[in-house]
C-alpha cells in the first residue's frame, strides 16, 4: 500500500495522465488546479514515478509520462477528480498483468477493525436463535436488493423494495423490468446465505449466478461476444470470449491463491466488474460473488445500504483506469462495518 504525500494534486495529474497520456509536464500542469509551481509539479510526478505509478518516454523536455500497467494497486487517491466533464483523448486498454500479484490493500490498522467487526458478526450467529437470524438476514437482503439495484438505475423506493418482496406488490407506475431486477438480487441473495453455490470459484457458478440476475430482463446469459461500452470511463474491456473466460479464470484463480478473505472478496468485487464478462449485469454479480465468498468464511455480507451510487461507481473507475483498488477497498470497509452494526450485532 503506497501513501501518498499530496493526495488531490497527485490525484488529478494521475487522472491527466490516464484520460490525455503519453503527455508531458506542462500539458499535465495545465489539469491541475491550485496555484502549483513547475518545480512542485516536478516533485509530485517524480513521486509518482518513484512508486512505479507512472512510466516515462522521450528524453528531456521532450518525456512524457504514461500509467504503468502492472498487477493491482492500492494508493490513496482522491475520486473526486473524476467530477470533471473531460473528454478522454486516449483509451485505457485491459490489462493482462493485473491479475497477476497484488499489494497489500489494507493498513494493520484497518485490518484490526475488518477483524473485530468479524469476531462481532461470529459472535452474533452463536448467540442468536435460528428464527431470529433469519429476520435479520431478510432485513438485510431487502435492502441490500434495493440499493444494489439503486446503482444500476432502478427506481424502486426502499418502502417499495420491501412491499415488493414481501407482498409481491409491484409499484404503481414503476418499470416491471425494475422489480424484477429486485427480486432476482432477492432470490440470489438468499441462495448464498443457504450455501447453495458449491462449486463458487468456477466460471461456471458465475454466469449460473448471472443468469438468476438477470432472468426476465432481456439480457443474453451467457460470457459476452462483442465489444462493451462503460459510461464514465476510457476504459475499454476485452473484446473476444475466449479471452475474457481466459481472464475469468485468473482472476479466479488469484482468489483461489488468496488466503486473506477481505482480499479475495475485493478481487472479486473489483474483477468481475473490471473484466465485464457479461453483456450487462456485471456489477451487480460481483456484489454478489463477493458476499458469497464472505458467507463462505463465515462472514457477513456487505448490504451498502448507505453508499452513494456515484461515490461507488468513481471507486470502480479508479479501478478501471489506474488499476488501484484502494479506493473501493475503503468504500467496502465502511460498509462491511456498517451491515454488521445495521443487522448483525449482538444487542
Known amino acids: ?59 528531456a523536455r521532450a518525456v512524457k509520462y504514461s500509467i504503468t500497467k502492472n498487477a493491482i494497486r492500492a494508493y490513496d487517491f482522491d475520486t473526486s477528480v473524476y467530477e470533471s466533464t473531460d473528454t478522454a483523448t486516449t483509451q485505457t486498454l485491459f490489462n493482462h498483468t493485473l491479475f497477476d500479484s497484488y499489494e497489500t490493500i489494507f493498513s494493520d490498522d484497518e485490518t484490526k477493525k475488518l477483524s473485530e467487526t468479524t469476531k462481532q458478526y461470529r459472535a452474533w450467529k452463536e448467540n442468536t436463535p435460528p428464527e431470529y437470524q433469519a429476520l435479520a438476514y431478510e432485513r438485510c437482503a431487502i435492502e441490500f436488493s434495493w440499493k444494489s439495484s439503486k446503482i444500476e438505475g ?17 409499484a404503481e407506475g414503476k418499470p416491471h423490468e425494475d422489480a424484477a431486477m429486485i427480486l432476482n438480487q432477492k432470490n440470489v441473495f438468499d441462495k448464498i446465505i443457504s450455501g447453495a453455490f458449491t462449486d463458487l470459484l468456477s466460471v461456471r457458478t458465475l454466469t449460473d449466478m448471472h443468469k438468476m440476475l438477470v432472468e ?89 445500504r448507505t453508499v452513494d451510487e456515484i461515490t461507488y461507481k468513481k471507486c470502480v473507475i479508479a479501478f478501471y483506469e489506474l488499476g488501484n483498488i484502494r479506493p473501493l477497498a475503503l468504500l467496502w470497509l465502511e460498509n462491511y462495518i456498517e451491515t454488521t452494526k445495521a443487522f448483525f450485532e449482538s444487542r
Do not use: C
Request: hydrophobic share 40%.
Open 154 to 170: 432502478n427506481t424502486y423506493s426502499l418502502l417499495e423494495t420491501e412491499a415488493l418482496i414481501k407482498n409481491k406488490v409491484e
Open 216 to 304: 426476465g430482463l432481456y439480457i443474453p446469459h451467457d460470457l459476452r461476444i462483442a465489444h462493451v461500452g462503460i459510461t464514465g470511463t476510457n476504459y475499454v474491456p476485452l473484446q473476444f470470449q475466449s479471452q475474457i473466460r481466459g481472464a475469468l479464470e485468473r482472476l479466479l484463480g488469484l482468489v483461489k491463491k488468496t488466503d486473506n478473505p477481505f482480499q479475495a472478496a475485493l478481487f472479486l468485487l473489483a474483477g468481475i466488474a473490471y473484466i465485464q464478462p457479461f453483456a450487462d449485469g456485471n456489477k451487480r454479480t460481483s456484489r454478489h460473488m463477493a458476499n458469497a465468498i464472505l458467507h463462505r468464511n463465515n462472514m457477513p455480507p456487505v448490504a451498502w
Open 1 to 59: 500500500m503506497i501513501r501518498l504525500s499530496q493526495t488531490r494534486p497527485q490525484s488529478q495529474i494521475l487522472y491527466a495522465i490516464s484520460r490525455h497520456g503519453p503527455i508531458g509536464i506542462t500539458e499535465i500542469g495545465k489539469m491541475v488546479t491550485g496555484d502549483i509551481s513547475r518545480p512542485t509539479l516536478s516533485r509530485y510526478i517524480k513521486e509518482l514515478h518513484d512508486h512505479g505509478l507512472i512510466i516515462t518516454s522521450g528524453l
